[in-house]
Nanobody, 122 residues
Framework: VQLQASGGGLVQAGDSLRLSCAAS????????MAWFRQAGGNERDFVAA????????SYGDSVKGRFTISRDNAKNTVYLQMGSLKPEDTAAYYC????????????????WGQGTLVTVSS
């Protein structure tokens, strides 16, 4: 599967932003989808993940209650709705996929899109 992330930009603290990740192919519904983020030279951190059907989700502690992951299997797209953004949310955001299950370890994901940059100014 090929993944294409979009929706990043420059926003102010407190604003909202929605990222999208479009997938190629006809088997999107068989993939667990996730978002990770990477700031500077840091490691890629887990943000959120959603199961094949969308019924199970998981969030990183720093975004819980502010971000929402969802998917539309008919459109081959996964979304990350980000609210109450903070300057520390500034990072390149990556979507990822696997056919296993929800993991917080980036090594468990087999497919990656290019990053989309989110910058939150104070």
């Amino acid at each position: 599967v090929q993944l294409q992330a979009s929706g990043g930009g420059l926003v102010q603290a407190g604003d909202s932003l929605r990222l999208s990740c479009a997938a190629s192919g006809r088997t999107f519904g068989t993939y667990v989808m996730a978002w990770f983020r990477q700031a500077g030279g840091n490691e890629r951190d887990f943000v959120a993940a959603v199961s094949w059907s969308g019924t199970t989700t998981s969030y990183g502690d720093s975004v819980k209650g502010r971000f929402t992951i969802s998917r539309d299997n008919a459109k081959n797209t996964v979304y990350l709705q980000m609210g109450s953004l903070k300057p520390e949310d500034t990072a390149a955001y990556y979507c990822a996929a696997n056919k296993k299950w929800i993991y917080r370890d980036s090594a468990m994901y087999d497919y990656w899109g290019q990053g989309t940059l989110v910058t939150v100014s104070s």
